[in-house]
């Protein structure tokens, strides 16, 4: 089954850092696209960053110059690089992976998130 486990979220000023890291596993890792959502209370999921399996990168306007997205195929993680945060950075931050692979359809998957503050 597919599985993403984030970690790295916690507290932080503004201004700090925080590095996300997102394990995969159940797919394809090599041929799936994969990035970052966040969702903050009461307001709409939305995308923070993708790297497609070429390498191709997007990022929402919000966060472009601020924040890195990377991935490594041979262990099978993507992170996110978060700096200059901001307490609108504040949400839930999820990985995400369109789940390719040779035994079933192309799925979308968010893993269950972690949580990231960012206040003094």
């Known amino acids: 089954q597919v599985r993403l486990v984030e970690s790295g979220g916690g507290l932080v000023q503004p201004g700090g850092s925080l590095r996300l890291s997102c394990a995969a596993s159940g797919f394809i890792f090599s041929m799936s696209n994969v990035g970052w959502y966040r969702q903050a209370p009461e307001k709409q999921r939305e995308l923070v960053a993708v790297?497609?399996?070429?390498?191709?990168?997007n990022y929402a306007t919000s966060v472009k110059g601020r924040f890195t997205i990377s991935r490594d195929d041979a262990k099978n993680m993507v992170y996110l690089q978060m700096n200059s945060l901001k307490p609108e950075d504040t949400a839930v931050y999820s990985c995400?992976?369109?789940?390719?692979?040779?035994?079933?359809?192309?799925?979308?998957?968010w893993g269950q998130g972690t949580q990231v503050t960012v206040s003094s």
């Open positions: 790297i497609s399996s070429g390498g191709h990168i």
């Open positions: 995400y992976t369109d789940a390719r692979s040779t035994w079933k359809a192309p799925t979308d998957y």
